[in-house]
């Protein structure tokens, strides 16, 4: 069969065959680019393009009194700005906002004429103040919302509190020491988008993460007291003209901190303004020397050793008494004085003469039991412990010094509560200023305990030395601080401030103090006011006295229930904690045995169901709530390899095993399999390694 | 004569996938857009779905006419004017989408002429190249009248503006006049003029120059390349080898424009992986080889020229809008045949196809002329030849 020829030139057809293929493996190899080679870098493109994250913040945690007022909150804060190439109708926006601002219209008017496409108008304005500036209608007028810290008492308890910056970052003060207490963690919303943003879907493989809030903090602060104690130091810094002053309410039973102030103080919520010494919490972090008031401690040892009866006399010279080429002065001319009349009158040679016969290693030991040279242990930022050298380095006039609050140091917390030791029956406690940690719903995590951490006196010298307390406002140099309703008891402190530089004392420059209890019987304030470099009186009587005074007039009506002294007392707070801290972890027990044992420590009881064993101990004021596991427990024998011999044993229905341990450590072989059936009676073995 | 009756079965069978799965891509990557558009989700498949079935008649039809029809003077004419004259009406009549005036509005679809052209060509070509002296004419007589009529329909279409179009019309007819026996000489001379002319025409800037540049941009580092490319790169890297499965695609959440229509691929090659797309490129390619064996086998002339061009211009739509997708040429405005959102191309394609399968009807085995093969070397001749015969 003859073939026809091909209309095709043979070569070019070829040509354009290869030309195709080429086209084609070129298109093949671009494909293998992007969907292998390089797929990554446009993967993570797209990933960025697809999703957006919305971090869901977690609120902090409140900050609470002991009552539960607010005294560090979360609100919703405004930031206004202006886009100046956006605003409309430049004057109608200035008017409005001179309406609204405290500032000029010129001011106003330079801001949106400013370069830039973001100036700010006004910061960090709360939402309760913002309602006239939400009004605000512009194209180029910007409302941004954020939320922030916001402290409604403002300077109150300020330098304790603290402060947080912007981003809700403890910065100082309790806000930055129990930083990781308050923080939440913040939740994640991951949302799908389209490319025109406006459609949005859910990702079901990322669901949202709730935020978690931020734990509570609860104060042994009580607001009212605190108000108190903030004004009435306000006035007293007014009228003495001081540099500064602090003061101090314990509760003397417990140690708990119930008003911690210093003065002048600053606004938290305005905290860039303040100055960083406005800031500190100058009650712990500053140390002074005390003066007089630590005549009560060297009191405190003279009496308790038995070395001078309280109606000892001693010649007061006078006023100047020579000793190692010093002179020791009085600031009044005192002769013969009894040793109760030393006190009221504070006659330094009277003390110096009395303690004549107590060795300086004694007087030191006193001291430091009643706490001075070391920390408080209230656990606040920056405290310092003051000074307290040891008697080896005393020169021979140190332990005179020392007996009238000389050559020593201590910090306003520290002698607040060394003072209590001496009206409460002799006893130490651990001041504290948290009282414990709440999670958001309500639970406590976590409670403080009341610490007793010695006594340092008897009750019955701790009854002269109030005593002696009581003259002193009474007819002694604490007049001032004599209170209207109430018998109180205190002592007066007029440090001349010594500077470490020249080593000199500063004349003029005085800390003038008072610290005093009441009611007298059974306090149940002991209030230390200090006052820094005092220009009008600079006694302590005259200058911290009248402090006191005004404290203690006002607070000792907040509460009317009798005081009984001792464990039994006053707060809740600590006692519950005490308690709760007795019980052991009942987890596991059959009712019966819980029952029996919450009753003896006098809870309230209520039951959940009546079969199965204890799974959950809910303890609230007196009440207690048992909670039964209905569904027995683990019928099986978990794998116990690996745990300690206390995880093991929590693991394991006591029950129904008979469980029996060799070894120490931890377990490394169980004689049933993990998984093995519980059967009452049958036995498990354990090694320990 | 005639050794086989049947169709070529592998064009038709391949054919027909591509057209079936026209509707499901469009499906797919439309849902999103149309509801963007406040229509309903099926709006595009379900009209893409009317078309495929017109398409599908258009292809049985055509695959069972007589190939004697088609080589009559007064339908190669008539089509050709028809052609021209569609062209120029466009000016008056034509209906302008996004600034280009491509489409006649016919109450219930767009017509887009230019797809007229492109067989209207191909018939023209395959009518020239096959009349005598066509080896030893002059340059009057042989390449002349066929450099003015592609001349005068790429010019119009350039005036739409279409420069894809125009491209690719030009390119088919330069492809079939390469493979005749034509002078090469002439094609080189005419063509050589339309370089500077190309170049001036971009030199005046617009939007087709812009779109050169960023090309140019984006061949480097796609991510500094036009935004729908790039966009469309994202959707290939996100497919991988695999792919994300159908339906599953996120470029089609409005962040590919287009993708239901020109850039169709990236959503096959996103939902379907590497897998997906090289499937979709070699169905094509064996169009292209296929389309080819049978032009070689042809029982006559005419046919061959036609069986070819129809390869070429499906061959070249294919991989020029893939290499649209994946940056490789500039955006062009090509549909990917068969699978692209849109009538005209799909009936005019299926035409086509129809028009090639009734070629395979009547093919012949052929014998290889030696005499050709000496300019381009025997081996290669050997290898593609052996793909084709």
């Known amino acids: 069969m003859k073939r026809k020829r091909s209309p095709f030139h043979?070569?070019?057809?070829?040509?354009?065959?290869?030309?195709?293929?080429?086209?084609?493996?070129?298109?093949?190899?671009?494909?293998?680019?992007?969907?292998?080679?390089?797929?990554?870098?446009?993967?993570?493109?797209?990933?960025?393009?697809?999703?957006?994250?919305?971090?869901?913040?977690?609120?902090?945690?409140?900050i609470y009194d002991r009552e539960g007022a607010k005294l560090a909150t979360n609100i919703i804060y405004y930031d206004f700005a202006v886009d100046p190439k956006m605003v409309e109708n430049p004057d109608a926006l200035v008017r409005q906002l001179t309406a609204v601002g405290k500032r000029p219209a010129s001011w106003y008017r330079k801001k949106l004429a400013a370069p830039g496409r973001f100036v700010y108008l006004t910061r960090r304005v709360p939402s309760f103040e913002a309602r006239d500036w939400l009004r605000i209608q512009d194209r180029g007028f910007i409302k941004r919302k954020s939320f922030g810290r916001y402290y409604p008492f403002r300077s109150y308890a300020a330098p304790l509190i603290g402060f947080t910056d912007p981003d809700n970052k403890g910065l100082a003060g309790l806000e930055l020491q129990y930083k990781d207490v308050l923080t939440g963690h913040d939740g994640l919303a991951v949302l799908q988008f389209d490319a025109s943003r406006k459609r949005v879907f859910y990702d079901f493989d990322r669901p949202v993460i709730k935020p978690r809030p931020g734990n509570d903090l609860i104060l042994t602060i009580d607001k009212d007291i605190q108000t108190v104690v903030e004004n009435a130091l306000e006035r007293g810094l007014q009228r003495t003209r001081a540099q500064s002053a602090m003061a101090v309410v314990i509760q003397p039973y417990t140690g708990e901190i119930l008003?911690?102030?210093?003065?002048?103080?600053?606004?938290?919520?305005?905290?860039?303004?303040?100055?960083?010494?406005?800031?500190?919490?100058?009650?712990?972090?500053?140390?002074?020397?005390?003066?007089?008031?630590?005549?009560?401690?060297?009191?405190?040892?003279?009496?308790?050793?038995?070395?001078?009866?309280?109606?000892?006399?001693?010649?007061?010279?006078?006023?100047?008494?020579?000793?190692?080429?010093?002179?020791?002065?009085?600031?009044?001319?005192?002769?013969?004085?009894?040793?109760?009349?030393?006190?009221?009158?504070?006659?330094?040679?009277?003390?110096?003469?009395?303690?004549?016969?107590?060795?300086?290693?004694?007087?030191?030991?006193?001291l430091r039991s009643f706490g001075f040279g070391q920390?408080?242990?209230?656990?606040?930022?920056?405290?310092?412990?003051?000074?307290?050298?040891?008697?080896?380095?005393?020169?021979?006039?140190?332990?005179?010094?020392i007996s009238f609050g000389q050559e020593m140091s201590v910090n306003a917390l520290q002698i607040t509560n060394a003072f209590a030791a001496l009206v409460n029956g002799g006893y130490l406690y651990r001041p504290f200023v948290i009282r414990g940690v709440r999670d958001p719903q309500g639970h406590w995590i976590e409670k403080t305990d009341v610490q007793r951490i010695r006594q340092v006196i008897s009750p019955e010298v701790g009854a002269i030395l109030k005593s002696f307390m009581k003259g002193v406002v009474e007819r002694g140099t604490g007049v001032k601080a004599a209170l209207k309703d109430a018998v109180a008891g205190g002592k007066t402190g007029t440090a001349q401030k010594y500077d470490p530089k020249s080593r000199r004392y500063m004349a003029g420059k005085y800390v003038a103090s008072f610290i005093g209890f009441a009611p007298y019987d059974t306090p149940r304030y002991v209030c230390g006011v200090f006052i820094d470099e005092p220009r009008v009186h600079y006694y302590g009587g005259d200058a911290a006295g009248p402090v006191f005074a005004e404290i203690m007039n006002q607070i000792l009506h907040f509460r009317t229930d009798p005081v009984t002294p001792g464990l039994a007392a006053p707060v809740q707070g600590g006692l519950l904690a005490t308690r709760l801290k007795s019980l052991p972890d009942m987890r596991g027990w059959r009712p019966e045995s819980a029952l029996a044992m919450l009753e003896d420590r006098d809870y309230d009881v209520e039951t959940t169901s009546d079969t199965g064993r204890v799974r959950l101990v809910s303890i609230k004021e007196d009440d207690a709530v048992l909670e039964l596991n209905d569904a027995r427990p683990a019928e099986r024998l978990p794998d116990l390899r690996g745990k300690s011999l206390r995880q093991a044993l929590e693991l394991i229905n006591p029950g129904v095993l008979e469980v029996t341990v060799k070894g120490s450590g931890r377990v490394y072989k169980q004689s049933l399999a993990p998984g093995s059936k519980l059967t009452p009676g049958r036995s498990l073995k354990l090694f320990l390694k | 004569m005639k050794t086989t009756q049947s169709v070529d079965r592998l064009i038709g069978i391949i054919t027909i996938l591509l057209i079936v799965l026209g509707p499901l891509m469009v499906f797919s990557s439309s849902t999103v857009y149309a509801g963007a558009l406040k229509k309903p989700q099926a709006y595009f498949f379900e009209a893409q779905?009317?078309?495929?079935?017109?398409?599908?008649?258009?292809?049985?039809?055509?695959?069972?006419?007589?190939?004697?029809?088609?080589?009559?003077?007064?339908?190669?004419?008539?089509?050709?004017?028809?052609?021209?004259?569609?062209?120029?009406?466009?000016?008056?009549?034509?209906?302008?989408?996004?600034?280009?005036?491509?489409?006649?509005h016919l109450g219930f679809v767009n017509f887009q002429p230019s797809e007229l052209t492109k067989l209207a060509l191909i018939l023209f070509f395959a009518d020239r190249l096959t009349r005598p002296g066509l080896e030893k004419g002059d340059y009057k007589q042989t390449a002349l009248p066929m450099f003015a009529w592609l001349g005068l329909s790429m010019l119009l279409i350039l005036k739409q503006p279409d420069l894809g179009t125009a491209l690719v019309i030009g390119m088919i007819g330069v492809a079939m006049m390469f493979v005749s026996r034509l002078r090469l000489r002439y094609i080189v001379l005419s063509i050589l003029p339309a370089f500077p002319l190309l170049a001036l025409y971009l030199g005046r800037g617009g939007y087709q120059a812009e779109r050169i540049k960023s090309w140019f941009l984006g061949l480097h580092d796609p991510m500094h390349g036009p935004d729908q490319v790039m966009q469309s790169i994202v959707g290939l890297a996100n497919g991988g080898v695999t792919g994300v499965g159908f339906g599953e695609s996120r470029q089609k959440l409005l962040f590919l424009p287009e993708a239901h229509t020109d850039f169709i691929f990236s959503i096959i090659s996103e939902e379907f992986g590497l897998i997906g797309g090289t499937l979709i490129l070699l169905a094509f390619l064996t169009l292209v080889i296929r389309g080819l064996r049978v032009a070689r086998r042809a029982p006559d002339a005419f046919s061959s020229f036609v069986a070819y061009g129809i390869s070429i211009y499906v061959g070249l739509y294919a991989f020029m809008n893939v290499a649209v997708v994946t940056g490789v040429m500039p955006t062009t405005g090509l549909p990917l045949p068969f699978i692209s959102y849109g009538g005209s191309h799909l009936i005019f394609?299926?035409?086509?196809?129809?028009?090639?399968?009734?070629?395979?009807?009547?093919?012949?085995?052929?014998?290889?002329?030696?005499?050709?093969?000496?300019?381009?070397?025997?081996?290669?001749?050997?290898?593609?030849?052996?793909?084709v015969r």
């Not at chain 1, 920390?375 to 010094?401: F, Y």
């Not at chain 2, 007589?66 to 089509?79: A, D, E, M, S, Y």
């Open chain 1, 259 to 366: 008003a911690l102030a210093n003065a002048p103080g600053f606004d938290p919520n305005r905290h860039a303004a303040a100055s960083e010494a406005a800031k500190r919490n100058r009650v712990v972090t500053d140390a002074f020397e005390p003066g007089s008031t630590v005549k009560m401690f060297t009191a405190a040892a003279l009496l308790q050793e038995g070395l001078m009866p309280p109606d000892t006399i001693v010649y007061c010279e006078n006023g100047k008494y020579p000793l190692y080429q010093h002179v020791i002065r009085d600031s009044k001319k005192h002769g013969w004085l009894t040793f109760r009349k030393v006190i009221e009158l504070s006659s330094n040679i009277g003390i110096v003469k009395l303690s004549k016969d107590l060795p300086s290693n004694t007087l030191f030991r006193y």
């Open chain 2, 349 to 387: 394609m299926s035409i086509a196809m129809g028009v090639l399968l009734s070629i395979s009807r009547e093919t012949t085995p052929v014998e290889n002329h030696a005499s050709d093969t000496k300019r381009f070397g025997k081996a290669q001749s050997r290898f593609t030849q052996s793909l």
């Open chain 1, 375 to 401: 920390k408080t242990g209230a656990g606040m930022l920056g405290e310092v412990p003051g000074t307290l050298t040891q008697p080896s380095t005393w020169s021979g006039l140190s332990k005179a010094s």
């Open chain 1, 10 to 62: 043979q070569g070019r057809f070829a040509f354009v065959i290869v030309v195709m293929i080429i086209f084609w493996a070129l298109l093949q190899v671009t494909l293998f680019r992007y969907q292998v080679i390089h797929a990554d870098v446009f993967k993570t493109f797209a990933k960025k393009q697809y999703n957006k994250d919305y971090p869901l913040k977690a609120p902090r945690g409140t």
């Open chain 2, 49 to 104: 779905l009317k078309w495929d079935l017109i398409a599908v008649v258009f292809l049985l039809v055509f695959s069972r006419l007589p190939l004697n029809w088609l080589k009559k003077q007064w339908v190669i004419l008539g089509v050709n004017g028809a052609s021209i004259v569609l062209l120029a009406g466009l000016f008056i009549f034509g209906k302008t989408i996004n600034g280009a005036t491509r489409w006649y």
